[in-house]
């Protein structure tokens, strides 16, 4: 099994800045893949940025390109969401999800939630007008 802690969400003024972190731990070498998703009340969850951990390969939301950076510390095994000039319609929860990596998958379907295997909590980000 795979355990993911999601940190770092918050209230922000429109503009503003957060990082997000996902702490891994558990069966951490299984994991192939990573990605942080959002949900927004009444809206589906939608993927905002993916990677493949041992490539490096990502996918962005068009919604977030040039804004949102999605990163990794296999060190520490902390997945890292860098979220710059926020818009009020970025307010969701926010979720860090793991898949297995050898449940191979393509660049196309990284932003795929129903792709992953497992999930956080979620941490709440608000971005105020």
């Known amino acids: 099994q795979v355990q993911l802690v999601e940190s770092g969400g918050g209230s922000v003024q429109a503009g503003g800045s957060l990082r997000l972190s996902c702490t891994v731990s558990?069966?951490?070498?299984?994991?192939?893949?990573m990605g942080w998703f959002r949900q927004a009340p009444g809206i589906e969850r939608e993927g905002v940025a993916a990677?493949?951990?041992?490539?490096?390969?990502?996918a962005y939301a068009d919604s977030v390109k040039g804004r949102f950076t999605i990163s990794q510390d296999n060190a520490k095994n902390i997945l890292y969401l860098q979220m710059s000039s926020l818009k009020p319609e970025d307010t969701a929860m926010y979720y860090c999800?793991?898949?297995?990596?050898?449940?191979?998958?393509?660049?196309?379907?990284?932003?795929?939630?129903?792709?992953?295997?497992?999930w956080g909590q979620g941490t709440q980000v608000t971005v105020s007008s």
């Open positions: 999800a793991a898949k297995n990596f050898w449940q191979t998958i393509g660049s196309s379907s990284y932003l795929n939630p129903v792709q992953y295997n497992y």
């Open positions: 558990g069966y951490t070498n299984n994991v192939g893949y």
């Open positions: 990677m493949a951990t041992r490539s490096g390969a990502a």
